[in-house]
């Protein structure tokens, strides 16, 4: 029997010099601490988000990774005419045996922003499992019990035309604004928590389309696509329409998050979800709808609209641009309260569509526009005369 020759092939020789053989103080260390903590111990959602981003000012010493075709490299902080502390100051001059030397932590203020939320990958898949679970159990139950023939039929038709032009809202702001901001905006903190109210809007235009399509099966007559028709030409729709086009359109991410959360959100988006829909329902026979409705106002109001507020309260605090960030809010609510007040007096002939009608639209208007005073309150920002109109 002949003897199997050994192949010629190199085998591997360690030297000790291979990446992770040297020891360090800390190289048994189960927790991070390339950041300084907001508290006295590190949460989990810091040691995911927390400067797992790269910055050339802090330690990222070759520059920039990639770049864009116009020159920009990473993510430029001209994305946004906000500052914070320390965006004046220069990138670090890079040489050889300069390593990863560069600004003290944070490397500049937007690194001290920490959503209040604690929102990351984990968290988000979560929740909103939870809520299409709930969701999905609620029209279930419906079916199962003939819920949908106690609608009035003048509610089903609102249903099909109004409640339905919602997700063209929906859908725009989700994809083409909060989408657009969370990867222009400059750190991971930011990122993340931009990115988790996309996915929470996106959610509420897709519940609203499945659920059309359940009311498309389970109701005889319900016009699917009539939605369609009502986000192109009804006339009632046009100016949020209009609006929320504009809003996609906005190439500032810091701008564009602030007019969509802080500006049109509280002034056409609770008027018509919470002073419509969810006041109208129950008396024309739905007790379903508000749940989708109910669901998509509560990731507003109590998760998106949290973060929004911690994350400009630090910038009209800023410790070098207070002044200029303040100036900047408050000329984008001159330019965005006008358009969201016209856009919520061109729906106001929705009002008086459902059999059983809701409060009047100008208390529903007087209570949006005190919850947005409210809000400015809290960011110490002036309400703009714009808003009495």
Not at 231 to 255: I, S
């Amino acid at each position: 029997m002949t003897a199997t020759s050994e192949r010629s092939v190199p085998k591997p020789v360690f030297t000790d010099a291979e990446a992770g053989a040297k020891e360090f103080p800390d190289s048994n260390d189960r927790q991070f601490n390339y950041y300084s903590p907001a508290k006295r111990k590190r949460s989990h959602y810091e040691d995911v988000t927390v400067e797992v981003q790269p910055d050339p000012r802090h330690y990222l010493s070759q520059g920039w990774l990639y770049g864009f075709a116009d020159g920009n490299g990473g993510y430029p902080l001209e994305w946004t005419a906000l500052k914070a502390w320390g965006s004046d100051r220069p990138l670090p001059e890079r040489g050889p045996g300069s390593g990863g030397a560069g600004y003290e932590w944070p490397a500049l203020g937007w690194h001290e922003f920490r959503d209040p939320n604690e929102e990351w990958e984990l968290t988000l898949y979560r929740y909103n499992a939870n809520v299409v679970r709930q969701l999905n159990q609620n029209v279930e139950a419906a079916r199962q019990s003939k819920a949908f023939e106690q609608w009035n039929r003048n509610w089903v038709t609102f249903v099909a035309q109004h409640v339905g032009a919602w997700m063209h809202v929906d859908h725009g702001l989700g994809l083409y604004l909060f989408a657009n901001a969370n990867r222009r905006a400059p750190t991971n903190m930011h990122n993340t928590a931009i990115a988790v109210n996309s996915m929470h809007i996106i959610r509420a235009a897709q519940d609203l389309a499945l659920y059309n399509l359940t009311l498309s099966e389970e109701i005889d007559g319900f016009d699917g696509g009539a939605h369609i028709a009502t986000w192109n030409d009804e006339q009632a729709w046009q100016g949020v329409r209009e609006t929320a086009e504009l809003l996609t359109a906005v190439d500032d991410w810091g701008e564009a998050v602030f007019a969509a959360n802080v500006v049109f959100q509280p002034l056409v988006g609770e008027l018509f979800r919470s002073h419509l829909v969810q006041q109208a329902a129950p008396a024309n026979g739905d007790f379903v709808t508000p749940t989708l409705i109910g669901a998509e106002e509560y990731d507003y109001a109590e998760r998106d609209l949290r973060y929004t507020k911690v994350m400009f309260d630090l910038l009209v605090n800023d410790k070098e641009f207070a002044k200029h960030n303040t100036k900047l809010m408050q000329d984008w609510l001159s330019a965005w309260v006008p358009r969201c007040i016209k856009a919520a007096r061109t729906l106001q002939p929705l009002w008086s569509l459902p059999d059983a009608k809701p409060h009047r639209f100008e208390d529903g208007l007087d209570r949006v526009k005190s919850r947005f005073h409210g809000i400015l309150s809290e960011l110490h920002l002036q309400t703009p005369k714009e808003l009495a109109q």
